[in-house]
Nanobody, 117 residues
Framework: QVQLVESGGGLVQAGGSLRLSCAASRVIFSIDAMGWYRQGPGKQRELVAQITSGGTTNYADSVKGRFTISRDNAKNTVYLQMNSLKPEDSAVYYC???????????WGQGTQVTVSS
């Protein structure tokens, strides 16, 4: 099945930027949509941003205007550009993919993002 490998997490100062990457491997079927979720300590996992195969994007209200999701179809990779980071953005970020006509999905292992004040 499709496997997702994430990179780009780390420690950054408030107001700084990070770019997360998620590369899909073992892709046999077309990927219908990819997205980023996050889960902070004691919080539920929430959708941060998603992008469909047609390029339609959706963002959580808390990140609109600061985060941008994009994709490189040739590389089967999705990115999350995070600007103007705030301490409340600190969380484990997970990549997610829907594929094969949305009959299957896959999750990345998660990457830690920590924003210091």
């Amino acid at each position: 099945q499709v496997q997702l490998v994430e990179s780009g997490g780390g420690l950054v100062q408030a107001g700084g930027s990070l770019r997360l990457s998620c590369a899909a491997s073992r892709v046999i079927f077309s990927i219908d949509a990819m997205g980023w979720y996050r889960q902070g300590p004691g919080k539920q996992r929430e959708l941060v941003a998603q992008i469909t195969s047609g390029g339609t994007t959706n963002y959580a209200d808390s990140v609109k205007g600061r985060f941008t999701i994009s994709r490189d179809n040739a590389k089967n990779t999705v990115y999350l550009q995070m600007n103007s980071l705030k301490p409340e953005d600190s969380a484990v970020y997970y990549c997610h993919a829907l594929y094969a006509g949305s009959s299957y999905d896959a999750w990345g292992q998660g990457t830690q993002v920590t924003v210091s004040s």
